[in-house]
């Protein structure tokens, strides 16, 4: 896979992590275009989800957790001692597998990231609740309920709530680690298809154990097996006629 | 051999309006039927969770249950071996062997011997695996070691799971995979010799492949075991069971084999639920 | 709602239902080019009909990525089957009307039956018609009208025989009949199992629309 410098959002290179002693990701080449959803698939164990967090410096509350390699984002590195990692991921928002809403109000949630930003002008607030929850397709189902508890929402409004969280501080790379496995399908068909309206104008990597999700919603896929990167490419050609024989028997379910 | 081309008119199999409801009749003459519900009821306080569940399952089959969160189905599931009794009032007849295990005479302990559940969540016991596969029946009989270590060899071996295991039966149970967990609760499930097993997703918490080696269990226990799972995921019911029934706020929409429900189901809810068409 | 999913098969009805057309359209060219005696129209069939192949290779294509990336079922596979299976079925209508156009450059007779080529000429406009019209089957999801081309292919049928009859009564009468009577038989031939493909398609719409699979052409063949 040959990208074009210009046209990448994120560019990583070499990354090598260790768990302690015992190396968990091998040393993975990987970039992300500007805009589009890349899928990152492979069994547990396989390192995709070390890898994404690695991508905001997750692992930086973790003990023992050695991280090295190059991550170029946007021009800068993110591993440098000088990054912010509080503003970094505003720029690199994160959604997990379960819905995962504070303690209080729809509203209070959305505007929590800008809050701690400092803004405090409350048209300001209005304004990017509204858009945030818009984008989210959570808006028309809570805008009455604006100061309720995000907690008495249903599964899937709370993950939405948290897309739109995460929206509100205009990050440029969406990261969202197993978003719909812990929904019914429903829900999970309605985050699918927020995410596919905010392909165009985001990039996102979705890690995900749901290969016929990767294969509906994804441009790109790439494939993990044992901490390396075996494959990556259109999402098409992966489904279709992969090259590497390792990535023909994960998709097609041969696990033997 | 079965009749693949259709030399009937077009017009007897154009249904211009599709119906509201279809549930196979389980004839019993030609199916041997397991367990089947009747006038099923399910309240939670005062709201109806369930209501006109009438299903009958046939033996040594495996049917899924599918449906959006709230339709029921898991509702249904956890009413054939009685889990709602506690938060639920359930109302109706459940036969198993001629008798109505919907009652108060039943012993809701020794039933469940012959109708076990296993949850979404691994949740073995943090014991051994041999001890995990034991204790149910420790609890309530007496067991000599060797026919223990037979029932523990055969438990395991029927989840799929002896070989991976039996050089460590005395290890934590809490050091395995989430597959291996899911299968040594199916084991554990198993040991008590059941003859009903219910199983309520139990592999969406679990990534492809454990998920791909509880399913192959599943194929390999219907030999023996009359199985009932409720899936979110409509691969999973397609690739493993034999019947589905789709649920619908709380009802049964539509009951039949899998490969017709998949391919040419009656009903427009189900279509559309099945092909993913939830808007 | 499954935007994705329903842009893409809705575009991939729209490439197929506008092949149906163009093979309906080239065929009524090739019939007319035949009757007409005209070379230079026959050529033009001959040139174009790499448009036809390029256009089933990529309907297939689309099919097989659909049935990768979104494993249909129900209604969505029954519609992407049946395109799948169409679609060679409207190529080999479009090589049908390929062979009509050789026999137009090739042919060797000077002398004519009058009355057969305007047999033919009808026998092309009425299957150019099937099809266009199992075309419109296929888009208003009509059973019942697929099922009815068999009826309107029968007709055809006994066009055919009557060609043959014809050609072979010709050909005894007179010797310099016998190079053009040929082509004739071989031309209602062609014309023949165009109308036995259009109940193809007819059968793969009944299966679209109510998942069943019937057999439309039971074997009347009155000819060839």
Not at chain 3, 41 to 69: C, P, S, V, W, Y
Not at chain 3, 214 to 222: A, K, Q, T
């Amino acid at each position: 896979m040959t990208d074009i410098k210009q046209d990448n959002i994120l560019e990583t290179r070499d990354v090598k992590l260790w768990y302690g002693q015992k190396e968990a990701l091998h040393g993975i080449n990987l970039n992300f275009p500007k805009k589009g959803i890349t899928a990152l698939i492979g069994p547990s164990g396989s390192g995709k989800s070390t890898y994404l967090r690695a991508l905001n410096r997750m692992h930086d509350l973790e003990d023992n957790v050695t991280v090295t390699g190059t991550f170029d984002f946007n021009g800068t590195d993110i591993y440098a001692p000088t990054t912010d990692t509080v503003d970094l991921r505003k720029q690199i928002g994160m959604v997990f597998q379960q819905p995962n809403p504070f303690p209080f109000s729809i509203y209070e949630n959305v505007a929590f990231g800008l809050k701690l930003a400092g803004i405090k002008d409350k048209a300001v607030l209005d304004e990017a609740v509204e858009k945030s929850l818009k984008q989210s397709s959570v808006w028309e189902e809570v805008k009455d309920d604006l100061h309720k508890s995000a907690l008495g929402l249903s599964g899937g409004q709370q993950q939405r709530v948290s897309l739109a969280r995460v929206l509100a501080t205009s990050p440029d790379l969406l990261l969202l680690d197993e978003p719909t496995s812990a929904l019914d399908p429903v829900s999970s068909h309605n985050i699918e298809e927020t995410l596919l309206n905010l392909r165009d104008d985001y990039a996102m990597i979705i890690v995900t154990h749901s290969m016929s999700q990767a294969s509906r919603i994804s441009d790109r896929t790439a494939f993990f097996l044992s901490g390396d990167l075996i494959e990556v490419d259109a999402t098409k050609h992966i489904f279709l006629n992969p090259q590497r024989q390792e990535t023909q028997d994960y998709v097609s379910g041969r696990f033997g | 051999m079965a009749n693949n081309i259709d030399l009937k008119p077009v017009s007897e199999f154009i249904t211009e309006n599709a119906p509201e409801r279809f549930i196979l009749d389980m004839n019993s003459d030609k199916h041997e039927i397991a367990i089947s519900t009747k006038d099923l009821q399910v309240y939670y306080g005062d709201n109806l969770a369930l209501s006109e569940g009438d299903l009958s399952f046939e033996r040594y089959k495996i049917t899924s249950l599918v449906g959006a969160s709230g339709s029921g189905k898991s509702t249904f599931l956890r009413s054939l071996n009685r889990m709602n009794d506690s938060v639920a009032t359930v109302n109706g007849n459940i036969m198993y062997r001629g008798v109505d295990i919907n009652t108060k005479a039943i012993d809701v302990y020794e039933m469940r011997r012959h109708i076990g559940m296993v949850f979404q969540r691994p949740n073995p016991f943090a014991k051994s695996i041999y001890n995990n596969i034991t204790f149910a029946l420790t609890q309530r009989g007496h067991y000599k070691k060797q026919e223990l270590d037979e029932i523990v060899e055969t438990s395991l071996k029927q989840a799929a799971l002896w070989d991976q295991v039996k050089d460590e039966l005395n290890k934590s149970a809490l050091a395995l995979s989430g597959g291996q967990a899911q299968r040594l609760v199916i084991a554990r499930a198993l040991a008590l010799k059941p003859d009903i097993l219910l199983l309520d997703e139990p592999s969406s918490a679990l990534d492809p492949i454990s998920s791909a080696q509880v399913e192959d269990t599943l194929l390999e226990l219907k030999n023996q075991y009359t199985i009932i799972i409720v899936t979110h995921n409509m691969q999973q019911a397609a690739r493993i069971s034999d019947y589905t029934a789709f649920f619908h706020m709380g009802k049964v929409i539509e009951y039949d084999l899998t490969r017709k429900i998949f391919t040419r189901p009656k009903v427009a809810l189900t279509n559309d639920y099945i092909s993913g068409n939830f808007g | 709602m499954r935007r994705l999913f329903d842009e893409e098969l809705a575009d991939l009805d729209n490439s197929f239902t506008e092949m149906g057309m163009l093979v309906s359209q080239t065929i009524q060219k090739s019939v007319q080019s035949f009757v007409d005696h005209d070379r230079e129209g026959a050529k033009a069939i001959l040139e174009n009909d790499h448009q036809i192949n390029e256009r089933e290779a990529a309907i297939e294509k689309k099919t097989f990525e659909m049935i990768a990336l979104y494993q249909p079922v129900t209604t969505d596979l029954r519609e992407i089957v049946t395109i799948l299976k169409a679609v060679s079925v409207l190529e080999r209508m479009g090589d049908q009307a390929r062979n009509i156009a050789n026999s137009t450059i090739r042919v060797k007779g000077t002398k004519h039956i009058a009355s057969v080529e305007q047999s033919l000429g009808a026998m092309g406009e009425q299957v150019a018609t099937m099809v266009s019209t199992v075309m419109e089957y296929y888009i208003k999801n009509d059973a019942l009208g697929a099922e009815a081309i068999a009826d309107e292919n029968q007709s055809l049928s006994k066009r055919a025989a009557q060609v043959r009859f014809d050609s072979v009564e010709g050909m005894k009468e007179d010797a310099e009949l016998v190079d053009s009577a040929a082509d004739y038989l071989v031309i209602a031939g062609y014309l023949k199992r165009i109308g036995d493909y259009t109940t193809d398609i007819a059968e793969w719409i009944v299966y679209k629309r109510t998942g069943k699979i019937i057999e439309l052409n039971p074997g009347y063949n009155y000819f060839i």
